[in-house]
């Protein structure tokens, strides 16, 4: 299949390179080819340039949001920052319609400290954008009526989504949300061919609000655990 990953970062980057590692034909998107190619520095999270990640991946190609988005088959999926998601995604919603649209995205306010601020290793936990009566997931899907949007992934390190097998034999659970059951259905295939057994489908998705305020929970494991610890989400029942 033709898999289109919007997103230069960390979890897009690990996605593209699992999709080609599965046999998929894979486009990586990004706001200017040019521009992301010329950067000679790591990004903030300390990846390499994107340029060294495609010389160490041939095959993959580095395309603009738009023309990546135009490329895919069908399934998209969507690592772009969380702050700029909506924005990025309805200059790009031709491209984008019938199309099956998994947003892993934060909807993380970065730099915003109120009254009681949750110091980390980071700086101040940020803030939600959006919560308790919307999520980014759903705001995608009214910016883009004619995409089918799954919100899944967000609830695990991105490492661990591509490779649940690494750790505990793979027992953990990966929730997903979204209105349109074929859509649901393709990314439940895509996460069984990444090594998922346990996806639990939460229904519609409203409740990807339930998904992205998990994530301050996971955070919070994060920092207990320490370092590069790796750690999973399981509903026991
Ligand atoms: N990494 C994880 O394990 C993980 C886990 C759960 C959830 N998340 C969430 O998933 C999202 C993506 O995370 P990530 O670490 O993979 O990548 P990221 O570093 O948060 O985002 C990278 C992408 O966002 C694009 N971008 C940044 N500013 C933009 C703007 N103003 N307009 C349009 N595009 C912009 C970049 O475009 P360029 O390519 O042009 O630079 C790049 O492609 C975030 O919301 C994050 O909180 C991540």
Known sequence: MKITV???????????????????????GTRDPATTLARTEPDMMGNPPMSEWLAAHPGIALLSFGAAAAAADRLVISGIDGASAVNALSGIKEQLTGKVLVDYGIPFNYGVSGPHPWPTPWGSMP?????????????????L????????????????????????GGDHTMPISGNDPEAKAAVVDLLKSYGWTDILDLGPLVSARGQEMYSHLHSAIGFALGGDRRFGLKVVR
């Open 6 to 28: 919007l997103g230069t970062g960390e979890g897009g980057r690990l996605h593209a390179a699992k999709l080609s590692e599965l046999g998929h034909e894979v486009v990586v």
């Open 127 to 143: 803030t939600f954008a959006v919560l308790d009566s919307d999520s980014l997931g759903e705001q995608i899907q009214r910016a």
């Open 145 to 168: 009526p004619n995409t089918h949007v799954v919100k899944a992934f967000c609830t695990q390190e991105q490492a661990t989504v591509v490779s649940p097998g690494d750790f505990n």
